[in-house]
C-alpha cells in the first residue's frame, strides 16, 4: 500500500515539477515577447499621432505666420512644450489672426461700398449739375433783362421780387459749384506748400464772406511746416472746415487750428466751441447731402473727405454735444 | 463803324435775350441755333464776334472755333463754357479763342466782354 502511495506521489511531483517547467518556459518566451509586441505598437501609434500632429502643426503654420511662442506662453509651459501644447498655442495664434482677417475684410469691403456709393453719387450730381447749368442760365438772364426793363420805373416791392429771383440763381450757382467740385475727383496737382500759409488763406477767404467779428481764430504752429499738396484743393479744405465751423458756433466762439509734425507725416487739429455732435451724426458727418444747417448742401465735409484721401491722408471728428468739435487730419508729408 | 456780332447758342431764351441786349446796345447781330449754321452764317457773310456755346447740337464749340480760325481768322471768338467746365476754357484759349464766360453768366459781364473788343477793333 505505502509502495503504490509513494509511487502515485512521485509521478504526481514529477508531473508538477513538468508542469511548473513548461510555465517558466512559457513566461520566459512570451512574456519578453508580449513586451515586445506591445512596447512596439505602443511606439508605432504614439511615433503615428506625433507624426499626425506635426503634420497638421505645419498646416496650421503655413496657414498662419511662423510660429514664435510668446513669452507668457514659454513661462506658463516651464520653457518646455509639447507637440500638443505647440499645436494649441498655433491653432490659438491662426483663431486670431483669422478675427483679424475677418475684421480686416470687413473694414475694406465698408469702404469698398462706400467709394462705389461716392462714385455713383459723383456721377449722377456731375450729371445733374450739368444739367442745370443751361436752365439756369436762362433763368439769371430773363431775370437780368427783366430787371434792366423795369429799372426805374416798376414799384419796389417788384424790382425787390426780380433782385430776389438774380440771388436765388445765383445761391443755385454755388450749390452746382459744390456738385460739380465733389464730382470732379480730379487728381491732386502737388507742389511743396506752406500748410500755415495754406491756413491763413483760407480763414481770409472765409472772412470775406462770412460774418466773423466775434470768432476768436488762433493758428498755433511753429513757422514752416511744408507739405507736397494741391494749394488749392487744401485751400478748400480749410474753407469748408472753418465756414462749417463758424456757422455751427453761429458767428461767436473759439476757432483753434493746430499743426504738428510726425513722422513722414503732419496732423492737424481743427476745433471750434460749437454745439458739438451727437454720436449719430459723428457717423454721418462726412456722408454727402448729410447737414445740419437749413441752407446747407451737404457736400462741404464730402469734399473736404474726397481731397484729403486723394491726398492720402485721412480724417477724424471727435465731439460731444455741447462740448464743441475736433476734426483731426493726418497728412503724408511726401518726397520734397 | 458797325460791329457785328454772331450769337451761336442752342438755348432759345439765352440766344434771344442776349441777341436783344447787344441790339439794345448798338450792335448789329444775327443768331444761330447750332454750331454748324453758324459756320454757314461765318463763311456767308462776315463778323467781328462770335459768341459760342460749347455744347451745341451738329457742331460743338471748340469745333466751330477752329473752323473759324481757319476761314475767318479776323473774327473774335467768346467761347460760353459750362459752370465747372474749366477745362474747357483754357483748351478754348488754347486753340485761339478771345475770352470765355462761364454759365451762368451775367449780362453786363458779356456786354464788357464785347464793348472791350469793339474798342480794341476801333484802336
Not at chain 1, 460774418?211 to 480749410?238: H, P
Request: net charge negative.
Amino acid at each position: 500500500m505505502i509502495v503504490i502511495a509513494d509511487d502515485l506521489d512521485r509521478d504526481a511531483r514529477n508531473n508538477a515539477e513538468s508542469g511548473i517547467s513548461s510555465s517558466q518556459t512559457a513566461i520566459l518566451v512570451f512574456v519578453p515577447l508580449f513586451l515586445l509586441i506591445g512596447l512596439s505598437t505602443l511606439l508605432y501609434i504614439s511615433s503615428s499621432v506625433v507624426r499626425r500632429l506635426k503634420t497638421l502643426t505645419t498646416s496650421v503654420e503655413q496657414i498662419g505666420e511662423h510660429f514664435v511662442p510668446s513669452e507668457e506662453v514659454m513661462r506658463e509651459s516651464g520653457g518646455h512644450m509639447d507637440e500638443v501644447d505647440v499645436l494649441v498655442e498655433k491653432t490659438r495664434i491662426v483663431n486670431n489672426k483669422l478675427n483679424d482677417w475677418e475684421q480686416e475684410l470687413h473694414e475694406k469691403n465698408e469702404e469698398l461700398i462706400r467709394s462705389k456709393k461716392l462714385a455713383a453719387i459723383g456721377t449722377l450730381a456731375s450729371g445733374v449739375a450739368h444739367e442745370l447749368n443751361n436752365p439756369i442760365n436762362n433763368i439769371t438772364i430773363s431775370a437780368q433783362v427783366l430787371q434792366r426793363k423795369i429799372a426805374g420805373d416798376a414799384p419796389p416791392e417788384v424790382t425787390q421780387i426780380v433782385d430776389e429771383i438774380i440771388g436765388q440763381t445765383l445761391r443755385v450757382k454755388g450749390i452746382v459749384s459744390n456738385l460739380l467740385e465733389f464730382a470732379r475727383e480730379r487728381e491732386p496737382q502737388l507742389s511743396t506748400v506752406q500748410l500755415p500759409e495754406v491756413v491763413r488763406n483760407a480763414y481770409e477767404q472765409v472772412i470775406r464772406s462770412t460774418d466773423t467779428m466775434d470768432v476768436e481764430f488762433t493758428l498755433d504752429t511753429r513757422d514752416e511746416i511744408s507739405i507736397r499738396a494741391d494749394a488749392g484743393q487744401l485751400e478748400r479744405v480749410f474753407i469748408n472746415l472753418f465756414s462749417n465751423a463758424v456757422a455751427v458756433m453761429e458767428g461767436k466762439g473759439r476757432l483753434t487750428v493746430k499743426m504738428e509734425e510726425e513722422d513722414g507725416s503732419v496732423v492737424i487739429w481743427v476745433s471750434d466751441t460749437g454745439k458739438g455732435l451727437s454720436r449719430e451724426d459723428q457717423e454721418k458727418i462726412f456722408d454727402p447731402f448729410f447737414t445740419r444747417r437749413e441752407k446747407g448742401t451737404g457736400l462741404g465735409l464730402a469734399i473736404v473727405m474726397n481731397i484729403i484721401r486723394q491726398h492720402g491722408g485721412g480724417i477724424t471728428v471727435v465731439s460731444e454735444k455741447g462740448m464743441g468739435t475736433v476734426f483731426e487730419i493726418h497728412l503724408p508729408k511726401g518726397a520734397d | 463803324m458797325t460791329f457785328r456780332v454772331l450769337v451761336a447758342e442752342d438755348e432759345e431764351i439765352a440766344r434771344k435775350h442776349i441777341l436783344d441786349t447787344l441790339e439794345a446796345e448798338g450792335y448789329e447781330v444775327e443768331g444761330a441755333d447750332n454750331g454748324l449754321d453758324a459756320l454757314r452764317e461765318i463763311e456767308a457773310d462776315e463778323f467781328d464776334l462770335l459768341i459760342a456755346d460749347i455744347k451745341m447740337p451738329k457742331m460743338d464749340g471748340l469745333e466751330l472755333l477752329e473752323r473759324v480760325r481757319q476761314v475767318s481768322p479776323g473774327t473774335k471768338v467768346i467761347v460760353v463754357t459750362g459752370y465747372g467746365s474749366i477745362n474747357s476754357a483754357v483748351t478754348a484759349m488754347k486753340e485761339g479763342a478771345y475770352d470765355y464766360l462761364p454759365k451762368p453768366f451775367d449780362l453786363d459781364e458779356l456786354v464788357l466782354k464785347i464793348n472791350k473788343a469793339r474798342e480794341r477793333k476801333s484802336l
